[in-house]
Protein backbone atom coordinates (compact mmCIF):
# COMPACT_ATOMS: atom_id res chain seq x y z
CA UNK A 1 0.00 0.00 0.00
CA UNK A 2 0.83 3.19 0.13
CA UNK A 3 -0.46 6.92 1.32
CA UNK A 4 -2.09 9.79 -0.68
CA UNK A 5 -2.41 13.22 0.89
CA UNK A 6 -5.72 14.91 0.13
CA UNK A 7 -5.13 18.12 -1.17
CA UNK A 8 -8.57 19.51 -0.32
CA UNK A 9 -7.84 19.31 3.37
CA UNK A 10 -4.15 19.65 4.18
CA UNK A 11 -3.39 22.78 5.82
CA UNK A 12 0.34 22.86 4.38
CA UNK A 13 1.28 22.47 7.85
CA UNK A 14 5.07 20.88 6.87
CA UNK A 15 4.38 18.25 9.77
CA UNK A 16 4.93 15.47 6.89
CA UNK A 17 7.50 15.61 5.11
CA UNK A 18 10.61 16.04 7.45
CA UNK A 19 8.98 12.77 9.40
CA UNK A 20 9.25 10.41 5.86
CA UNK A 21 12.37 8.31 6.39
CA UNK A 22 11.80 7.66 2.44
CA UNK A 23 11.75 11.01 1.64
CA UNK A 24 8.53 10.04 -0.54
CA UNK A 25 6.75 13.70 0.40
CA UNK A 26 7.68 16.72 -1.79
CA UNK A 27 5.55 20.16 -2.42
CA UNK A 28 4.62 20.74 -6.16
CA UNK A 29 3.08 24.17 -6.73
CA UNK A 30 1.90 24.74 -3.19
CA UNK A 31 0.08 21.08 -2.86
CA UNK A 32 2.38 18.23 -0.88
CA UNK A 33 2.14 14.98 -2.51
CA UNK A 34 3.59 11.56 -1.83
CA UNK A 35 5.83 9.58 -4.41
CA UNK A 36 4.13 6.22 -4.95
CA UNK A 37 7.19 4.58 -6.04
CA UNK A 38 9.13 5.78 -2.61
CA UNK A 39 6.62 4.89 -0.36
CA UNK A 40 6.52 2.11 1.83
CA UNK A 41 3.97 2.66 4.86
CA UNK A 42 6.75 2.94 6.56
CA UNK A 43 7.53 -1.07 6.85
CA UNK A 44 10.58 -2.24 8.30
CA UNK A 45 11.44 0.85 9.91
CA UNK A 46 8.35 2.15 12.20
CA UNK A 47 4.98 0.56 13.43
CA UNK A 48 2.71 2.94 11.62
CA UNK A 49 3.23 5.45 8.37
CA UNK A 50 4.92 8.16 10.07
CA UNK A 51 3.60 10.94 8.05
CA UNK A 52 -0.34 9.84 9.08
CA UNK A 53 0.93 9.63 12.91
CA UNK A 54 2.35 13.15 12.71
CA UNK A 55 -0.57 14.90 10.53
CA UNK A 56 -2.99 17.40 12.66
CA UNK A 57 -5.71 16.83 10.15
CA UNK A 58 -7.98 13.74 10.34
CA UNK A 59 -7.94 11.66 7.06
CA UNK A 60 -6.01 14.16 5.29
CA UNK A 61 -3.36 11.16 4.61
CA UNK A 62 -4.72 7.87 3.40
CA UNK A 63 -4.18 4.73 2.21
CA UNK A 64 -4.97 4.13 -1.51
Known amino acids: ?3 KINPETCT ?3 ACQPECPNVAI ?3 KG ?3 INATKCTDCEGQFDDPQCVAVCP ?3 CITEV
Open 1 to 3: MTH
Open 12 to 14: GCD
Open 26 to 28: SVK
Open 31 to 33: VYI
Open 57 to 59: VDD
